[in-house]
C-alpha cells in the first residue's frame, strides 16, 4: 500500500545514547517532515525538507539532526538523547498539488 | 498567542449527537484549511479540506470556513462510538506549502 512507512515503531534508548529514525514515502512527494507530539503540546514541526537536497529548522529542533537521503527518505538523528526527548514522532510528507499531508503511523520513543 | 487555536475537550457527546468543533487562526494569509483525525496511538490521517471561505459537506461531516472571523468548523451528524478521536485542525498559505495545526481536540462518543 501506498504510504508514509516508519521504523522502528517503539524504541527505548538510555540517556546519552543515539539513534536513527527513519522515513520513507513512495508517492513521489516533494515535501517531507518530522514531528514530535507530546500531551498537551500537540503536533510540533521539527525539521522539514521542502524537496530533495534542502532542510530546514521547525518549532523545536534543537537536539535533532535530519538528512535527506533521496526524494523518498528522510530520517531524524538523536545524537545524544534525552529524557526531555520521549515522545511519539511522526514523519509525514507532502506533494505540490495535494491539500494535506499523509502522516505515517509513528515512532514511540522513550529515553530513560 | 498560538497561530491556531484549537479547545483541547474532552468533548463528550451521546451516540447520535452532533459534534461542534472549531479552530480560530490569526494569520489571515492561510487558504488552505483542512481537518485530521487521530485514533490513538495511530497517526493522523485527513478527513477534510476545503479552499477559501464556504461549506464542504461528506457525508456525515461538514467543514465551514468564515474567513472574515478567521473561524473553521467540523460538524459531524449522527456520532458513532467509531468517531471517538481527537481532531486536528490545520491550515496552510498555499496546496503543498507547510501546515500550521491545532492542538487537537479530544471527542468521545458514548453509546
Known amino acids: 500500500n501506498a504510504g508514509v512507512t516508519q521504523t522502528p515503531k517503539f524504541q527505548v534508548l538510555k540517556t546519552g545514547q543515539s539513534m536513527t529514525l527513519q522515513c520513507a514515502q513512495d508517492?513521489?512527494?516533494?515535501?517531507m517532515y518530522w514531528y514530535r507530539q507530546d500531551p498537551g503540546m500537540g503536533l510540533r514541526l521539527i525539521y522539514y525538507?521542502?524537496?530533495?537536497?534542502?532542510?530546514d529548522k521547525g518549532e523545536v529542533p534543537n537536539g535533532y539532526n535530519v538528512s535527506r537521503l533521496n526524494k523518498r527518505e528522510f530520517s531524524l538523528r538523536l545524537e545524544s538523547a534525552a529524557p526531555s526527548q520521549t515522545s511519539v514522532y511522526f514523519c509525514?510528507?507532502?506533494?505540490?498539488?495535494?491539500?494535506?499531508?499523509?502522516f505515517g503511523s509513528g515512532t514511540r520513543l522513550t529515553v530513560v | 498567542q498560538k497561530e491556531v487555536e484549537q479547545d483541547p475537550g474532552p468533548l463528550s457527546v451521546p451516540e447520535g449527537a452532533i459534534v461542534s468543533l472549531n479552530c480560530t487562526y490569526s494569520?489571515?494569509?492561510?487558504?488552505?484549511f483542512m481537518w485530521y483525525r487521530q485514533y490513538s496511538r495511530k497517526g493522523p490521517e485527513l478527513l477534510m479540506y476545503?479552499?477559501?471561505?464556504g461549506n464542504k459537506e461528506d457525508g456525515r461531516f461538514t467543514a465551514q470556513v468564515d474567513k472574515s472571523s478567521k473561524y473553521i468548523s467540523l460538524f459531524i451528524r449522527d456520532s458513532q462510538p467509531s468517531d471517538s478521536a481527537t481532531y486536528l485542525c490545520?491550515?496552510?498559505?498555499?496546496?503543498?506549502?507547510?501546515?500550521?495545526f491545532g492542538g487537537g481536540t479530544r471527542v468521545l462518543v458514548k453509546p
Open positions: 509525514a510528507s507532502g506533494g505540490a498539488q495535494n491539500y494535506g499531508y499523509t
Open positions: 525538507s521542502a524537496s530533495e537536497g534542502t532542510t
Open positions: 476545503t479552499y477559501s471561505s
Open positions: 494569520n489571515s494569509a492561510f487558504q488552505y
Open positions: 490545520a491550515m496552510s498559505v498555499a496546496a503543498g506549502n507547510k501546515l500550521t
Open positions: 508517492m513521489n512527494h516533494n515535501s
